[in-house]
Structure formats: C-alpha cells, structure tokens
C-alpha cells in the first residue's frame, strides 16, 4: 500500500490510509488487489471519513476482479473506472501474503514479444478529493509514475517535468496515459517480429513450419483488439459523463474541467492509435499467410509445369523402344549393323527438338 498526500505542490508519501482531509489538495491511495481484500473494512471506513460514503458492494466485486474488462461506472458521488494494462511476468498471490507477486508460466510457443500481450486491470475509484486506485501485485506502472509524481513534488516544472495533478480525476488520467504509452512503446517490438514472421513466410527457397506460434501470434493480436476497443469504450463513457457533471461556478474550475476534457480526448487519442496499429499489423499477418500460399502454389506449379516438360521430351522416346521392343521376327533396322546408331541419333535429334521447343516456350527455364 502506497498514500500520498498532493497538496501545495508538494506531494507527500506515508505507509497508512489517511485520517483526515487535507484543508488544499487531495489523497491517493493505492493498494494492491489483494491489500484490498484483506483490508477492505479499513478502506471503507477511510472512505466513509473522508468522503462520507462507501464503496458499493458491485463496485468492489468489480475492483478485486482480476478477469474485468476495462469499462465506466459511477454513482452520484464517485466514478469507477477500470482499465487494463500490460501486465509483467507476474500474478496474483494467495491471501496469506498480500501484495507480493509470483511468477507465472511464459507461454513459449510464440515470440517472446507477443508474451507480453497479457493484461491485467487497474481499478479507480474517483472521489472529489480521494482517488483510491487498486492494482496488480508488483504494478510497475502504478511504482513508476509515483516516482515521477515525487519527483515533480520536489523539482516541479523547473527540470521540466510539468505540473502536478490537481484533481483526482486529473491524476486518475496521467497514470492511465502512463499505462497508454506502454501499448504505444509495444507497437515497435510488435512490427518487427511482425516483419520477421513475414520474411520467414515468404522466403521461397524455405519452408514454414512453425505455423502453431504463427496462430499464437494472430490470437494475440486479436486480443489486444479487443483489450483495446474495451479501452476506447471505457474513455468515451468517462468522457460523455464528465460532459454531465455539474457546470463550472468558477473562472478555475471551468479551466479545470476543460483541461480534464482535453487530457481525456489526449487518452483517446493514443488508444486509437494502438488500435490503428493493430489492425494494420492483423491485416499484414494475413496478408503474408495468404502471399505464403500464393507463393508455395507457384512453386508447385513450376514443379509441375518441369516434370509435365521432361514427359513430353522421354514419351516419344518411350514409344520409339516401345516399338523396336515389339516380339516380331522382321521390323526396320533389327538386322542392320547401323541401326541402332540411326535409333539413337533419330532419338536424340527428337529429344532435343522437343527440349528446344520447351525451353524457347519457358517451361525448362529456371525461375528466379
């Protein structure tokens, strides 16, 4: 579990939930899923401290799901929004020890950066001076952006780090974006083992085997569309109900919402920019499955059209032995001393006639 208190432009980090509401500024609590099932009546009474109310009982479901979908709720007091990110070689751990992770099982039947397209959903519960955000154990994302966060409480915009959250929606938005730019950082490892999969594919001279990864891959893909479009759907409902939120009595808050709009069209945005890239990387992969085949059919025909041209050339010869062969007593040039020399030259002058015809019509020529 991990509380900081932002507030005069400093940001303030203590071990325990919070016993009071700061006279400026704001708490964020974070904890881990399972911290938050074993402390889940101490959170609710801080809630009800701070905020005079409770999470509701769906909405903690929802929270300590670690299958949800990203997606939108809210009540009249506080929003729920719960968004799935990359998640590292790790999983959840038993109740006996909270917040420690352990290390899963790599799927090793595809590439090693398509094992990173597993996720697991970050949930926010947004109060107006309380962010409660619940995360995987180990979260790397929620770890990294605290460190930034600090170090903006201590630098600030001098070494240009930017300004501070100044509402829980607004930092609620920055650590999504941090979890956003990890699909973004992806789409270049994903190209490239995408380029990889597609020399291999279409390498004529080599043949494809390893078509279980290959389907591995295009399942993983398809999913991330998925995580994705869940994503886009989650962000469009935060955004349609900021939109519903009472109207700005104030010069500051009405600065305040309109930056809160545009950092949630800013999320938007770089989520259909992933999906963009996704798409274009599912069609590729189909693209080269179906070039693969195209390619591996031409071969075949070039075998064939070989094999048909060398029979074309030996049947005459065939019927030439096939004829002498016959069981008859009297048959041209059998008692000749020469024939067997006027067999063979009539033989390889019909060879050669036909393999000069072929050749002239490419079906002997090598294709390169």
């Given at each position: 579990?991990?509380?900081f208190?932002?507030?005069?432009?400093?940001?303030?980090e203590?071990?325990?939930l919070?016993?009071?509401?700061?006279?400026?500024g704001y708490?964020?609590?974070s904890?881990a899923?399972?911290?938050?099932?074993?402390?889940?009546?101490?959170?609710?009474?801080t809630?009800?401290?701070?905020c005079?109310?409770?999470?509701?009982?769906?909405?903690?479901s929802?929270?300590?799901n670690?299958?949800?979908p990203?997606?939108?709720?809210?009540?009249?007091v506080?929003d729920?929004?719960?968004?799935?990110r990359?998640?590292?070689?790790?999983?959840?751990t038993?109740?006996?020890?909270?917040?420690?992770?352990?290390?899963?099982?790599?799927r090793?039947?595809m590439?090693?950066?398509?094992r990173?397209?597993?996720?697991?959903?970050?949930?926010?519960?947004?109060?107006?001076?309380?962010?409660?955000?619940?995360?995987?154990?180990?979260?790397?994302?929620?770890d990294?952006?605290?460190?930034r966060?600090?170090?903006?409480?201590?630098?600030?915009?001098?070494?240009?780090?930017?300004?501070?959250?100044v509402?829980?929606?607004?930092?609620?938005?920055?650590?999504?974006?941090?979890?956003?730019?990890?699909?973004?950082?992806?789409?270049?490892?994903?190209?490239?083992?995408?380029?990889?999969w597609?020399?291999?594919?279409?390498?004529?001279?080599?043949r494809f085997?390893?078509?279980?990864?290959?389907?591995?891959?295009?399942?993983?893909l398809?999913m991330l569309?998925?995580?994705?479009?869940?994503?886009?759907?989650?962000?469009?409902?935060?955004?349609?109900?900021?939109?519903?939120?009472?109207?700005?009595t104030?010069?500051?808050?009405?600065?305040?919402r309109?930056l809160?709009?545009v950092?949630?069209?800013?999320?938007?945005?770089?989520?259909e920019?992933v999906?963009?890239?996704?798409?274009?990387?599912?069609?590729?992969?189909?693209?080269a499955?179906?070039?693969?085949?195209?390619?591996?059919?031409?071969?075949?025909?070039d075998?064939?059209?070989?094999?048909?041209a060398?029979?074309?050339?030996?049947?005459?010869l065939?019927?030439?032995?096939?004829?002498?062969g016959?069981?008859?007593?009297?048959?041209?040039l059998?008692?000749?001393?020469d024939?067997?020399w006027?067999?063979?030259?009539?033989?390889?002058?019909?060879?050669?006639?036909l393999g000069?015809?072929?050749?002239?019509r490419?079906?002997?020529?090598?294709?390169?």
């Amino acid at each position: 579990m991990r509380t900081f208190l932002i507030a005069n432009g400093q940001v303030t980090e203590q071990a325990e939930l919070p016993a009071y509401l700061p006279d400026e500024g704001y708490w964020w609590v974070s904890l881990a899923r399972r911290e938050f099932e074993v402390l889940q009546a101490d959170v609710q009474a801080t809630l009800q401290t701070l905020c005079d109310t409770r999470l509701v009982d769906l909405h903690i479901s929802d929270l300590l799901n670690n299958q949800l979908p990203s997606h939108h709720d809210f009540t009249s007091v506080y929003d729920v929004l719960a968004f799935r990110r990359l998640a590292t070689s790790q999983t959840e751990t038993d109740l006996a020890h909270p917040g420690e992770p352990l290390h899963e099982t790599k799927r090793d039947s595809m590439p090693q950066v398509f094992r990173r397209i597993n996720t697991s959903p970050v949930g926010f519960a947004v109060f107006d001076r309380v962010l409660l955000s619940i995360h995987p154990a180990g979260c790397n994302v929620r770890d990294g952006y605290a460190e930034r966060l600090m170090a903006q409480g201590t630098t600030g915009v001098r070494n240009g780090l930017g300004r501070l959250p100044v509402s829980p929606p607004d930092l609620m938005l920055r650590v999504i974006n941090h979890m956003v730019d990890g699909y973004l950082e992806l789409r270049r490892e994903l190209t490239r083992d995408m380029d990889r999969w597609q020399e291999q594919l279409l390498d004529e001279r080599g043949r494809f085997h390893d078509w279980r990864s290959m389907m591995n891959t295009r399942l993983s893909l398809h999913m991330l569309d998925e995580i994705c479009e869940d994503q886009r759907s989650a962000i469009q409902d935060w955004i349609e109900a900021v939109k519903t939120w009472p109207p700005a009595t104030t010069e500051p808050l009405r600065e305040e919402r309109e930056l809160l709009l545009v950092r949630s069209r800013d999320v938007l945005e770089h989520i259909e920019r992933v999906i963009h890239h996704v798409d274009r990387l599912e069609r590729s992969a189909e693209t080269a499955v179906q070039m693969h085949f195209s390619v591996q059919g031409s071969r075949t025909n070039d075998t064939m059209k070989t094999l048909t041209a060398l029979t074309a050339i030996f049947l005459p010869l065939n019927l030439v032995t096939g004829f002498f062969g016959m069981n008859f007593e009297f048959l041209p040039l059998i008692h000749n001393t020469d024939g067997l020399w006027w067999a063979l030259a009539f033989m390889i002058s019909v060879a050669s006639a036909l393999g000069w015809v072929l050749w002239r019509r490419h079906f002997l020529a090598q294709k390169r």
